[in-house]
Every structure is written in structure tokens, then in C-alpha cells.
């Protein structure tokens, strides 16, 4: 069974220092898949704003879309039946900000109005309302299809795909890809001069190889970015227990 916190947490970021932040949320996420891409950092850098500092492996920036559906989703401690679940989809690249790592969201679209205007009003995230249907194929694949209500970018943002785990759970060591691109537990996002941050706590991801057939992503399009070429690095995350900070400012200078 997984686990998570349940006081606030000091989690240790590598190069910089623990900060303590209360997690005043909890949820499960489920059915996810990690499709990453590697990207020339030239061409992604102008997206990135100048408050935080692109990160690279191996001389490759990275480009991320994540599907999944998140459940139990509310503040610790209150009843199911005050809960919520929903499906999301992110598009997200890997930075740095004053040496500590984590990730800086181009999009987040969720099926649901209010948690769209919630997490806009108290994170700054770029979230967005669309339309998501997730279920099984008869084949045992999780199917995902998205459409965003809104035209933002170059054009609409669609995604659909079916994917299935294709090989057993194990933990990434820290010094793998695999690592690098699913360990972060801190987003970065621009609020004027400062930046605003919040935290998840979580278990290791316990990671898949996963099979999957991307039938439409125009997210990249959407978002003004480059668009990818060859096939994705793919990992299945079946499930998984967190829990969410409230956000926090960075004063900037």
C-alpha cells in the first residue's frame, strides 16, 4: 500500500536548502504515463522566463506531456464525500531556480471548472479547462483524449492516446534518466519579479515501461513550442499517494 506524509515536511532538495512548508493537501494520482522528449535548448530556452534557468542532460533540454487522473483529491483530513477526482494533462520542461531543481509548467489542463479556477487564482500556473474522457480499451490500455476548450498559442490544444505498462515496477537510481526526469517535487512559476513555488511529498514513482500510440498531441503547437521528432521516452505510473504544499513566494532580487 503507498504512503504519504501526514505532518509538514522538510524535503531535501539536492544543491540548495530544505525548506520547511506545510502540505495541507492530499491526493492519488492514477493511470499516468510520462512521454518525454528530448529538445534542442536553444530551442526552448526563449519559453522558459529569465527568473529561472533552463536545465539540461547531456546537453539535451527535455519536453514532457503527462496524462493521469487524480482522486481523493482535498485538504487533509476531510471526508471522502468532500473530495474530488479529475483527469490532467501537463506540458513541462526541467529548471533550476537558485540551484535548486524542478519543473515549469507551459500548460496545465484539467476537466474540472472549479479546480481550474482555484489553482489559477492561488499558484499563477497556466491551467485551463478542457474536455477529457479516460477509460479502457478492450485490449486493457488506459485511452486518454483531451480537447481544451479555450485557443491559446498557435492553435487548439488536443491530445489522445492509449497506453499501457509494458514491463515490471522498479525505482529509478538517482544517477539515471529515468531519475532525473520524474524526481522533481517543486514547480517554478513567475509571479513579476518574485516567483511563486509549491511542493509535493511522495514515495519513490514506482515506474513502468510503457507501451503507448500518441494518436494526436498538438500541445506543443498549442504552447508555442518546437515541435518533437522520434519516438518518446515512456513510463506507466499506475499509482501513487502525495500530498501538496500551499504555495510559497520567492522573493526575487
Known amino acids: 500500500m503507498n504512503t504519504h506524509r501526514t505532518d509538514p515536511v522538510r524535503w531535501p532538495f539536492a544543491n540548495g536548502p530544505s525548506l520547511p512548508t ?16 528530448p529538445v534542442d535548448p536553444d530551442d526552448v530556452r526563449p519559453h522558459v522566463p529569465g527568473q529561472v534557468s533552463l536545465e539540461t542532460r547531456d546537453g539535451r533540454a527535455w519536453l514532457s506531456v503527462v496524462p493521469f487522473v487524480l482522486t481523493d483529491v482535498g485538504v487533509r483530513g476531510t471526508p471522502s464525500i468532500a473530495r474530488l477526482a479529475f483527469p490532467e494533462l501537463n506540458v513541462r520542461t526541467y529548471v533550476r531556480y537558485r540551484g535548486d531543481p524542478g519543473l515549469f509548467f507551459f500548460s496545465i489542463d484539467v476537466d474540472n471548472s472549479f479546480v481550474a479556477a482555484a489553482v489559477d487564482r492561488t499558484t499563477r500556473l497556466p491551467v485551463y479547462r478542457a474536455n477529457m474522457r479516460v477509460g479502457a480499451t478492450e485490449a486493457n490500455h488506459v485511452a486518454f ?20 505498462p509494458n514491463g515490471e515496477v522498479f525505482t529509478a537510481d ?3 534518466l529515468a531519475h532525473w526526469l520524474s524526481a522533481r517535487h517543486r514547480f517554478y512559476v513567475p509571479d513579476g519579479d518574485d516567483i511563486l513555488t509549491g511542493e509535493v511529498s511522495h514515495d519513490p514513482w514506482p515506474l513502468q515501461p510503457a507501451a503507448a500510440t500518441i494518436h494526436e498531441n498538438t500541445m506543443f503547437e498549442a504552447n508555442g513550442l518546437p515541435t518533437t521528432a522520434g519516438e518518446p521516452i515512456l513510463y506507466y505510473v499506475d499509482e501513487l499517494s502525495m500530498t501538496g504544499s500551499v504555495p510559497r513566494r520567492l522573493r526575487g532580487g
Open 145 to 164: 483524449k483531451s480537447t481544451r476548450e479555450q485557443r491559446t498559442g498557435d492553435g487548439p490544444a488536443r491530445f489522445a492516446a492509449t497506453y499501457r
Open 22 to 37: 506545510p502540505h495541507v493537501a492530499s491526493m492519488t494520482w492514477r493511470d499516468g504515463l510520462f512521454a518525454h522528449w
Open 174 to 176: 538517482p544517477d539515471t
